[in-house]
């Protein structure tokens, strides 16, 4: 049966768009059936509007909690008969009521070859330890922070002369290719 | 100058003999002076034995405490005018005398892509925490455990059926691979 997928996103939504383009011209089989996000006009909405993918703006900022942003996901979810959720740069906490609501069909990418660097800004972890190689890791979300079952990793070189924005590049390529695995994987169960 | 290397290893001292390999067939240039085992009979004295390289055995149980052990490994270093240390499977925690007596200039591999994994068994810790992307560390040793400044990485994939031996020997390949050139840049300053 094909998949229909949620994604959350936060902002420019790059992963947004490789997960549309792997169901139009690559190895998955569905659509992102809804995009929610949480920022009027980002990147991500504006990528939905030219790819013609319905989206919904949850503001968390109009919400009173975040219990009542999850509800309101899951909802929206729901109602779009969306099997598996894809946090796609979704730079919001999230709670026992959506991650129970997508049992091992919540999916996050980060930044980092977890366990290293959890949290925020783990390209700026990753540069000020030093490490020679850097990455990204797709996972399912679980109640802990970034330690969920991992799903896929990809590595690439921290090369001499990189900064932020070189390096978070490099890794946002690998993450365009990994985050299709992983919703392959979690959809197989 | 060609370069004099200390090596310290308590096992079966496979680094240790990729390090030979290195300056008799490879890229580094002088050769391993002194190697230090702590284990009577352990693989690295073999190998020694075998390679025609000088070997001491500094027995840790013959010793009051870790600083007594380190200050003679520090004396036969010396003695043996070495640059350059490289514990290479040194299964016991060194001290600031050793630290302190070649500064910039002590190296340990750990098998893993550190910051994850630090302490015993990283392997067995990778399993655990289902990466599929494990490797191995080359760095400089300061007094923390397994957190001086980063030389060299390498990454290996987890495959499916994995266990701990098999594992293991897939990283090994990368830190005979990457332990050369962790000598290489600190020898280079």
Do not use: K
Not at 171 to 189: K, S
């Amino acid at each position: 049966m094909p998949l229909r997928l949620g994604v959350m996103a936060s902002g420019a939504g790059s992963n947004f768009e490789a997960l549309v383009d792997s169901f139009r011209h690559g190895s998955l089989c569905g659509e992102v059936a809804l995009l929610v996000v949480n920022n009027r006009d980002c990147g991500a909405q504006r990528r939905a509007e030219r790819l013609g993918i319905d989206w919904e703006l949850h503001d968390h900022r109009l919400q009173p909690n975040r219990e009542q942003l999850d509800q309101a996901l899951v909802q929206a979810f729901r109602t779009a008969s969306v099997d598996l959720v894809v946090m796609a740069g979704w730079m919001r906490v999230v709670t026992p009521i959506l991650i129970g609501a997508f049992p091992n069909r919540l999916i996050n990418i980060h930044p980092s070859l977890l366990p290293s660097f959890r949290g925020l800004d783990a390209v700026g972890q990753a540069l000020a330890a030093g490490v020679t190689l850097a990455g990204c890791t797709a996972h399912l979300v679980s109640e802990e922070v970034d330690a969920g079952r991992i799903l896929v990793q990809a590595a690439v070189p921290v090369l001499s002369g990189d900064d932020h924005a070189s390096l978070s590049r490099r890794i946002q390529v690998q993450e365009h290719r990994i985050l299709p695995l992983a919703v392959a994987l979690a959809a197989q169960g």
